[in-house]
């Protein structure tokens, strides 16, 4: 069974920077995209950003430029390394993982399995 655990989630202020990390086990082979959502109170949940099967890397248009997805496939690890963090960043980040492949990563109903999630709270 595939689980996915993330960390590194806090509390910030304004213009911090954050590290998240998702580790995945269970997953014995093969390539797979992993992708970085997260919910806001009141809100849906929304891309960030993601990994697809090939290492190639997509971004929300709100991210850019301010996050940054790496991947160590050695380690089964994702990372999300969030700078110049503002209040509306403020949710419950979440990773995931899927056996699909395509080039829109942001729908997540594509994905298998999901981590609980980590908090990241941004002051003003």
């Known amino acids: 069974q595939v689980q996915l655990v993330e960390s590194g989630g806090g509390l910030v202020q304004a213009g911090d920077s954050l590290r998240l990390s998702c580790t995945i086990s269970g997953r014995t082979f093969g390539s797979y995209t992993m992708g970085w959502f997260r919910q806001a109170p009141g809100k849906e949940r929304e891309f960030v950003g993601g990994?697809?099967?090939?290492?190639?890397?997509y971004y929300e248009d709100s991210v850019k430029g301010r996050f940054t997805i790496s991947r160590d496939r050695a380690k089964d690890t994702m990372y999300l390394q969030m700078d110049s963090l503002k209040p509306e960043d403020t949710a419950v980040y979440y990773c995931?993982?899927?056996?699909?492949?395509?080039?829109?990563?942001?729908?997540?109903?594509?994905?298998?399995?999901w981590g609980r999630g980590t908090q990241v709270t941004v002051s003003s």
């Open positions: 995931a993982e899927g056996a699909f492949v395509s080039t829109d990563l942001s729908n997540a109903r594509d994905y298998d399995a």
């Open positions: 990994s697809d099967w090939n290492g190639i890397i």
